[in-house]
């Protein structure tokens, strides 16, 4: 049976700033689950070096961990193994196990359907006796497990490394390798794109993933079927949870006569865009609010919506909440109705200086709604994107770019920025390059030449970045409902 998430689940937006899906965006959090399947794929091998082969009389605390445990003897060894019979008695459970090669036994012969093309497929099973038995005892009212049998005389040829690997039982897609396979799908790349991307990201030569292309192909089909079919579910759980959000806000408006919320509602009269806030967030406003940043890095994808929060930064440099809103789209309209409605909260003021990602919707949003406000984009918003879209496209020319890119962040006068970076353009023939002339047109708010002189308090500091990641991490742990975020928030 198909079932919608419990979990209401919250990732970084994936999409590129230039509009284009097929520019795949890494960020600094995917920085380390990459680097962790890589260790996977890399160090599976290493993980085993010293292990005891198993032998009667050994013992584990679950057949869980002897099936593990003879697994990765299995894999090391150039087998792989299954679970053969089990014994069942009504005092103990399950108190017999049999492990056995993956080659055990011999495939029961099928009859061929009559007058009907059949594929005869060629059955792995030889009747190989590799195995391991285990039984269960307890003592002193703790089970254990005890090898009782125990064989590795294989009678078929052990396979190497580089062939085990491509057993069935071996071949896994990780929870990490899941999701960006289904970003790159999302994003229209085909599967052996996908394949190839996966393999870059590690660092390792073609064809030594720990699955196939056909399982990526597999996992990609089956994961759209359930996609499917939890569509319809979801889209009432987004309606009926929104308009408990709703009436959450409707019910601390009457406890709270300052707290504030606006919202919009689409054609069919159902709730597209929710923001809110607090009077102790407008009174904070009144002292620190020259200067916000408006984060919008976070999207549901249990509700499909962006969540985008107002923050500032009081006197001794840390975090102050102003206020946050969840949005449908992206759009330059959601943007410009997030931040009319912003303003309505703060009593007509507008921030001096507005510090946002980079994001050309919400640029021109600003650019209407604030037209008196300096919009800034941190650096440390701009780098890891210009780290992920020129490494490939400049290869062992990259270090040399990304040297002179730091130095023209950097400088003082615009026209020493202009000249250098044209000369930057065409040193490294970037000059049709699609990232550089977004980069380009934004310079206004990331270069410092062109920023230089606003007030800009500490927020483009790593250490006040790294303060609001901390915070927002912490209000997307696991909320169950947008109800329940809505009381984690404050």
């Known amino acids: 049976m198909t079932s919608v998430p419990s979990k209401n689940i919250w990732i970084r937006r994936q999409q ?32 085993s070096e010293a292990m005891v082969a198993p032998y ?41 196990r049999d492990f056995v090669c993956y080659r055990s036994g011999f495939a029961p012969l099928r009859k061929k359907p009559t007058g009907e093309h059949h594929r005869d497929r060629k059955s792995v099973r030889c009747g190989c006796d590799a195995k391991m038995y285990l039984s269960k005892e307890v003592i002193d009212g703790v089970s254990q497990w005890f090898v009782v049998q125990f064989s590795n005389v294989h009678n078929h040829e052990l396979l190497e490394d580089d062939q085990v690997r491509l057993l069935p039982a071996y071949r896994k897609i990780h929870e990490a390798d899941q999701e960006r396979i289904l970003l790159l799908s999302k994003a229209g790349f085909p599967i052996h794109r996908i394949v190839k991307v996966l393999e ?31 569509d319809a579910l979801l889209n009432e759980k987004r309606e009926n949870d929104t308009m408990e959000l709703l009436e959450a806000c409707k019910a601390t408006k009457e406890a709270d006569q300052d707290f504030v919320y606006d919202y919009t509602v689409d054609e069919n009269d159902k709730v597209e865009n ?21 984060d919008t890095t976070y999207r549901s994808i249990t509700y499909d919506m962006l969540f985008g929060a107002w923050i500032g930064i009081d006197n001794n440099g840390r975090p102050i909440f102003f206020g946050c809103v969840l949005l449908q789209d992206e759009t330059m309209r959601s943007f410009a109705w997030a931040l009319q409605t912003f303003i309505s909260f703060m009593k007509g003021r507008c921030p001096q200086t507005i510090s946002t990602d980079l994001d050309p919707g919400l640029r021109d949003a600003i650019r209407s709604e604030l037209p008196s406000t300096k919009h800034v984009m941190s650096i440390w918003n701009i780098l890891p994107k210009v780290s992920s879209w020129f490494p490939l496209q400049l290869g062992s020319q990259y270090a040399e ?10 400088l003082e006068s615009t026209e020493d920025f202009e000249l250098r970076w044209n000369q930057m353009v ?12 977004l980069l380009y047109s934004l310079r206004t708010s990331w ?20 303060s609001v990641d901390a915070f927002l991490k912490g209000i997307f742990s696991a909320q169950t409902s947008l109800r329940r975020f809505f009381e984690q928030v404050y």
């Not at 390792?204 to 359930?226: A, C, H, M, S, T």
């Not at 770019?401 to 950097?410: G, I, M, N, P, V």
């Not at 065409?426 to 002339?437: A, R």
């Open 16 to 47: 590129c700033p230039c509009g284009d899906w097929k520019c795949y965006v890494t960020y600094e959090g995917d920085a380390e689950e990459t680097s962790i399947s890589s260790q996977l794929v890399k160090n599976e091998s290493v993980q």
């Open 56 to 96: 009667v009389g050994m013992v584990f605390k679950s057949d869980e961990d002897a099936f593990e445990y003879y697994g990765n003897f299995a894999r090391k060894n150039g087998f792989s193994i299954r679970k053969e019979r089990s014994r069942l008695s009504p005092q103990l459970g399950i108190y017999k």
């Open 200 to 230: 870059l990201e590690k660092g390792i030569q073609g064809g030594q993933l720990p699955f196939l292309e056909r399982d990526v192909r597999n996992f990609v089909q089956n994961r759209k079927k359930v996609v499917q079919e939890n």
């Open 274 to 294: 929710i923001a809110w806030s607090y009077g102790d967030s407008v009174n904070s406003y009144t002292m620190y609010g020259d200067v916000v940043y408006f």
């Open 401 to 410: 770019f990304k040297s002179e890119f730091d130095a023209l962040y950097r």
């Open 426 to 437: 065409s040193i490294f023939g970037l000059g049709s390059d699609k990232h550089i002339t």
């Open 447 to 466: 270069a410092q030449s062109y920023v230089r002189g606003y007030f800009l308090a500490r927020m483009v500091t790593t250490t006040y970045s790294k």
